[in-house]
């Protein structure tokens, strides 16, 4: 006995289940035309496709708008807990325009980022958006010179001319430093983060200004290479070979803080008790620490939502890619900052 082959369910089925023309339903689950019916009508007809088992045509779709529906995301590091959350934004968005992701982790390495540049390049990813930029930055200029539409997030590129979506540095280290002289410090060190890149220096570079317009010392600095813990372990303790005095430290991340108090911890010094201690991006558990790290938190989600929505906008030629979105930081206050300590 032959087995019955269930018949495929088409887009006139589920026009004929609601009473409507097979051309709404393919605009109400087109993502680029459901803006032209009322959302009581996309709603009605997802609802319909979900009960009669509908799912669209992926591929003649992309065959039919020449498009892949398919974008790249670079990220310098997947064990910085930064990054999850932007991803999620990237691919919450994505999806609800009819978009795949594809991600790879480059662990901040050129020639990683220029190969997997090329793979993406290789599967005709209609836009790349990058977490990798360096201040000055090779596969953005790859981008440019091949016509690929990309999009800038947490990090930018000197010189402008490029679509980006960023946090409001500034702002960011301004909350802090007031938060900081709010309690009576004034001797204040600054771990800042990789001087190539963006966050780094602008956060650096944030800090300088603010302590010497406030008339105060701006010298306490080391730098790190990258935005990890043990980055943060060894500038701290290059900053107490110095046997300068300061009350306060503020890391151009939260992993450089993590890194200062474990140092910390090591040698007999007291949070906030001895130094007060603040960090940058809010990652997860912070908050079940003890003491709880002062950050500022940026919103992360919103970053990678903002992004896909600008690179959407470059692929369909409603952008011309060099617009910066810069989203307001706030500042979160624990108990790893005290009143200075004498």
């Not at 325009?97 to 390495?109: C, E, L, R, S, W």
């Not at 372990?233 to 300061?246: H, P, S, T, V, W």
């Amino acid at each position: 006995m032959k087995r019955k082959i269930k018949r495929k369910v088409t887009i006139r089925d589920v026009a004929n289940l609601i009473n409507v023309h097979h051309s709404t339903v393919s605009r109400a689950l087109s993502s680029d035309k459901r803006d032209q019916i009322s959302f009581a009508m996309v709603e009605k007809v997802e609802n319909a496709a979900k009960k009669l088992g509908y799912y669209p045509n992926i591929v003649a779709s992309s065959l039919k708008q020449n498009r892949s529906l398919t974008i790249g995301v670079l990220i310098p590091d997947l064990m910085n807990p930064v990054f999850p959350p932007i991803i999620r934004g990237i691919q919450d968005t994505a999806e609800a325009f009819g978009y795949t992701v594809i991600t790879a982790n480059t662990d901040d390495d050129e020639v990683k980022e220029h190969d997997a540049l090329k793979m993406m390049q290789g599967r005709s990813i209609d836009g790349v958006i990058i977490a990798t930029a360096r201040r000055e930055d090779p596969i953005a200029d790859e981008c440019i010179e091949n016509d690929i539409p990309f999009i800038l997030v947490n990090r930018t590129v000197d010189g402008g001319g490029v679509n980006a979506v960023v946090v409001d540095e500034d702002c960011g280290i301004r909350t802090v430093l007031d938060h900081l002289t709010s309690l009576n410090h004034t001797r204040i060190a600054h771990i800042a983060g990789p001087q190539h890149t963006s966050t780094g220096y602008h956060r650096a570079r944030a800090v300088s200004d603010y302590l010497r317009t406030h008339g105060m010392r701006s010298n306490l600095v080391e730098t790190t290479e990258r935005f990890t813990i043990e980055e943060g372990e060894r500038a701290f303790r290059k900053l107490l070979a110095r046997n300068i005095d300061f009350t306060a430290i503020v890391t151009g991340n939260d992993l450089l803080a993590l890194g200062c108090m474990d140092v910390m911890e090591e040698v007999g010094l007291l949070v906030p008790g001895n130094i007060s201690i603040c960090g940058y991006d809010d990652i997860l558990f912070l908050e079940r620490m003890n003491p709880a790290l002062t950050t500022v938190s940026l919103p992360k989600y919103e970053m990678g939502s903002y992004a896909v929505r600008a690179l959407l906008d470059i692929i369909g030629g409603e952008s011309d890619g060099s617009g910066v979105i810069r989203l307001q930081p706030r500042l979160v206050i624990r108990n790893s900052t005290a009143t200075a300590s004498r």
